[in-house]
């Protein structure tokens, strides 16, 4: 199983990116994804979740209305769209699966439910 995330990069206080995570997991339309970070010194932080069909989403307070989490199943990739970035947002961000077919629930904002992880896409932004 690999979950491979990549879109990360150097950018300034304003700007938008879009990170991707292509999953080995089978069948990928069984999974929950999520995106955590974690900043320097800090600890695991949710980020977003999406449920299996896409219909459901969760975020982040602190991203709720400046980021955008989405998924192609056909693709087995989940994307999270990242826009007026902030410093704040500067971080290693991971990609999750959680198995199962059911409701977005509080948990969801639990690392420890995730079943597989990928190794992190770093986002840098520049004041």
């Known amino acids: 199983v690999q979950l491979q995330a990549s879109g990360g990069g150097l950018v300034q206080a304003g700007d938008s990116l879009r990170l991707s995570c292509a999953a080995s997991?089978?069948?990928?339309?069984?999974?929950?994804m999520g995106w955590f970070r974690q900043a320097p010194g800090k600890e695991h932080e949710f980020v977003a979740a999406?449920?299996?069909?896409?219909?459901?989403?969760d975020y982040a307070d602190s991203v709720k209305g400046r980021f955008t989490i989405s998924r192609e199943n056909a693709k087995n990739t989940v994307y999270l769209q990242m826009n007026i970035l902030q410093s704040d947002d500067t971080a290693v961000y991971y990609c999750?699966?959680?198995?199962?077919?059911?409701?977005?629930?509080?948990?969801?904002?639990?690392?420890?439910?995730?079943?597989?992880w990928g190794q992190g896409t770093l986002v840098t932004v520049s004041s």
């Open positions: 999750a699966a959680d198995s199962g077919r059911r409701p977005l629930g509080p948990d969801i904002r639990d690392r420890r439910i995730y079943d597989y």
């Open positions: 997991i089978r069948p990928f339309d069984w999974y929950i």
């Open positions: 999406i449920n299996w069909s896409g219909a459901m989403t």
